[in-house]
């Protein structure tokens, strides 16, 4: 219990927790699904449902993703445990762009147990690159 309020006052303290207490719109625990392939190509529809901590709209009207992890590593290891969650991620960006019709300018991953923050490109790059590890994990 002291270690998870631990990991919370951390947090709560952030400049990011300050910056999500000021958002003009701040949506927790939001639910999604994402038509796959995301084309509108017809045949086999699948769909990707997930829930995304946190999106919120920071002061100059950019969409935030932020995803919280508890996972136990330090500050050393957070680029190399990051990565694990590299699809999770681009995922949540692609969600968010179909259904704002406008691009996440942030996506990142929270590690309390550091307090680290780390990451994520969006750009065309991403985009063909979740496009491909989806399709991959579905085969």
């Known amino acids: 219990l002291g270690e998870a309020a631990e990991l919370i006052d951390r947090f709560l303290n952030s400049p990011r927790a300050k910056e999500m207490a000021a958002a003009g719109a701040l949506h927790r625990e939001l639910e999604f699904m994402l038509a796959w392939p995301p084309e509108g190509k017809q ?39 990051a990565a694990d969650y590299e699809l999770q991620m681009l995922v949540y960006a692609l969600a968010v ?43």
């Not at 995304?52 to 680029?79: E, H, P, S």
Request: aromatic share 10%; charged share 30%.
């Open 43 to 81: 045949g086999g529809r699948r769909y990707l449902q997930g829930y995304i901590d946190a999106l919120y709209c920071d002061a100059a009207g950019g969409w935030r993703v932020v995803d919280y992890k508890t996972n136990r590593v330090t500050a050393d290891q957070v680029a190399a445990k």
């Open 97 to 139: 762009e179909q259904i704002l019709r406008s691009p996440p300018v942030e996506l990142v991953l929270c590690f309390l147990q550091p307090g680290v923050e780390h990451r994520f490109a969006w750009d065309t790059a991403a985009r063909r690159r979740v496009l491909e590890l989806v399709e991959r994990a579905m085969r």
